[in-house]
């Protein structure tokens, strides 16, 4: 069930223009440099782009040491596995992002932000069932603001390889919330909130006079 | 339903949550994740790079427009719009991916359209001209009328707008008035403005319908309209006006994005709806669904003209109309637009058969039967239900994919809008991504999933013609 496949990288890919534009210039950095007006010039971060490579490092960063911990302290195998794929894509994801960050000279943190550290000592004090759900439950809500940050890059950045990450990696989030929600609903018994309205094959009614 | 081992697990680590969340806070995202930045670049900086790169802006849009439809002009043979203005497009305009036809795409599961990838670019959201900037867009000829009539000037430096004339509403609209409908159009074949209303209306409306019309004509603050550095006029602006958009209490089809959802991104583009038949709605706004027509004119200088973002419109200028002596007028007025006349409609919107074409009748009674589009837009309330519905869109496609640095996502539940005088108001969709009827009836057909044949559609469209 948690297997994820490459296809949301690739479709992205497929769409995105071959240059990003740039954003509304009214908000740029003064001391921004262009090749010519309107053409930034190569790895031209601004503050967005700069403060997007940190909180998505040190969340992926978290991503990851979360999902290893999820590998001993979990107790259900859909946890398990997810924990699993969140180790997988986040390094992944992890080391694509050190790569641009470097060529943009962005420098990336070496430990988690607070919030992350918060979290892990929580997680640290729990195992079994309570760990599955306080893992899922934060694994919603970081899935959660990391859409947002990704979205948010896509319009508000400038480097147009990070904000091409951005929206390659966007899909992908997406999933990730989407499997994290199911998760939930089988742990909890609550009805599957599936928020990007799966594929329930609507049988649909030929009657509709009325 | 869990056991009640799960639930104390449950309740161990909720309640842990609970009280670490009592204890500290969060950090939470970026400020401008929902608010507006505040401009860093001179004006003159800025607006020199904007001019930089419009060429660039309207050949990314253009690509896309090119890719996803076919833009030609194909009036159909011998129907007009309502003003006699504009010949109504003929034909489905989406184009269809390589090797599918319509009907293999209706004869699939929305999961194997999912997983194939061959839902119809043109059935996707629509993009902005530009995204990261957004906000109003003004077709052309409202452009030119406006700086003819008052010298003032709608014309953004940043973009341009991007569909092509004859595939918009005509220019300018009649108007019909719920109040005089012996009358005909009274506009006269002009555009109502600040300038001419006056002279036009005086003798035909009331006095507090005019008040309210002269508000509905007068420019205020709006957050690409202003005279702040952040703007996208080349001289400080006194603004827009209501009708800019809603052009003779209709549309001209100028866009801008939706206000209702953040970060920047993922904000769908709205294409301006028509106000005719005011007096019938009873909710308003695509997804806001705000309850009086006095709730939305009062609140749209928060959203239209500010992108729901007061802060940014405290600091340019926000117009705040007072209810009771200014709202209310203006509603007034609205309250009296009347949709085209539709002499083939009896009192209850039923087509009267001995007026309409054996081939109308029939799409009238797919209308209502097979293909479903009466379940929402029911004849007797105006072609509307005055409620909201998700189509849901996203069985079809993989959501969060990137289109022009626009994300796209699911749409959620927009309100049905009516279909009286619909062959005056393309595009359609609340964004504006089908460009005719004919497409109107492809992407609900595959939508609700209802099997039409060729002769079906072809009756639906007929029918469509006459409301």
């Not at chain 1, 943009?104 to 992350?116: C, G, M, T, V």
């Not at chain 2, 239900?385 to 749409?411: Q, S, W």
């Not at chain 2, 609340?430 to 559609?457: C, I, P, S, Y």
Request: aromatic residues 6%.
């Amino acid at each position: 069930m948690l297997r994820w496949t490459a296809a949301p990288f690739v479709l992205a890919i497929a769409v995105l223009p071959a240059a990003a534009q740039i954003g509304n210039p009214g908000f740029m950095g003064a001391d921004t440099r262009f090749d010519e007006p309107g053409a930034l010039a190569p790895h031209q971060t601004n503050n967005s782009d700069r403060l997007f490579a940190r909180l998505i490092a040190a969340g992926g960063m978290a991503e990851v040491e979360f999902g290893r911990l999820s590998q001993d302290r979990a107790e259900a195998d859909a946890v398990k596995d997810f924990g699993r794929l969140m180790v997988e894509d986040h390094t992944t994801a992890g080391d694509k992002l050190k790569s641009l960050a470097e060529e943009a000279r962005i420098p990336l943190p070496d430990k988690p932000d607070p919030d992350h550290a918060r979290m892990r000592k929580k997680l640290e004090q729990l195992e079994g069932e309570a760990f599955d759900i306080a893992y899922i439950e934060g694994q919603i809500v970081d899935h959660v603001k990391t859409v947002q940050l990704l979205a948010w890059e896509i319009d508000s950045g400038q480097d147009a390889q990070l904000q091409r990450f951005a929206a390659e990696t966007l899909p992908t989030v997406l999933h990730h919330l989407q499997l994290a929600r199911q998760v939930h609903s089988e742990l909890t018994g609550s009805v599957p909130r599936d928020t990007l309205a799966a594929a329930e094959a609507d049988d649909q009614e030929q009657d509709p006079a009325r | 339903m869990p056991s009640s081992k799960r639930m104390a697990a449950y309740l161990a680590a909720v309640g842990s949550a609970v009280v670490s969340a009592a204890l500290v806070s969060a950090d939470p995202l970026p400020p401008d994740t929902t608010y507006r930045p505040l401009p860093t670049m001179p004006f003159s900086d800025a607006k020199a790079l904007d001019e930089a790169q419009k060429p660039q802006v309207m050949e990314r849009q253009e690509q896309l427009l090119r890719q996803r439809y076919d833009l030609a002009d194909r009036p159909m043979n011998g129907v007009m719009m309502s003003g006699g203005k504009n010949a109504v497009q003929d034909g489905v305009r989406v184009r269809l991916p390589d090797g599918v036809t319509w009907d293999d795409l209706a004869a699939m599961t929305p999961e194997e359209i999912k997983e194939r990838g061959v839902l119809p670019d043109g059935f996707k959201p629509l993009p902005h001209v530009k995204q990261t900037a957004g906000g109003q867009v003004f077709p052309d000829r409202q452009i030119e009328e406006i700086d003819r009539q008052e010298s003032r000037n709608l014309r953004r430096f940043d973009v341009d707008f991007d569909l092509p004339d004859h595939l918009m509403p005509e220019f300018p609209p009649p108007i019909f008035l719920t109040t005089h409908p012996e009358l005909g159009d009274v506009s006269r074949g002009e555009l109502l403005t600040i300038k001419n209303f006056y002279e036009i209306l005086n003798g035909i409306i009331t006095p507090v319908q005019m008040e309210g019309l002269r508000l509905l004509l007068t420019p205020f603050p709006q957050e690409e309209f202003n005279q702040t550095e952040d703007r996208k006029v080349a001289d400080q602006s006194l603004g827009v006006a209501c009708l800019d958009c809603h052009s003779n209490f209709n549309t001209n089809g100028a866009f801008h994005l939706t206000p209702d959802v953040r970060p920047q991104a993922s904000r769908f583009r709205l294409d301006t709806t028509s106000l005719r038949g005011m007096f019938n709605q009873q909710i308003h706004g695509s997804k806001r669904s705000l309850r009086s027509i006095e709730d939305f004119t009062e609140f749209e200088q928060r959203t239209a003209y500010f992108n729901g973002d007061h802060v940014s419109a405290t600091r340019k200028g926000a117009n705040l109309p007072d209810r009771t002596n200014q709202v209310a007028m203006m509603a007034q007025m609205q309250n009296i637009i009347d949709f085209p006349p539709a002499p083939k409609l009896d009192p209850f919107g039923r087509l009267d058969p001995s007026k309409a074409s054996e081939q109308e009748l029939e799409g009238e009674r797919i209308f209502l039967g097979k293909g479903r589009c009466g379940e929402c837009h029911i004849p007797q309330t105006s072609f509307m239900d005055n409620n909201m519905h998700d189509l849901k869109l996203e069985r079809f496609y993989k959501v969060g994919e990137t289109v022009n640095d626009f994300v796209m996502l699911p749409d959620g539940p927009i309100k049905t809008f009516t279909l009286r005088g619909i062959k005056d108001t393309p595009p359609y969709l609340h964004d504006g991504r089908l460009m005719t009827l004919a497409d109107t009836v492809e992407f609900f057909n595959l939508v609700l999933g209802t099997k039409l044949a060729q002769d079906e559609k072809d009756a639906l469209v007929a029918y469509l013609l006459t409301l």
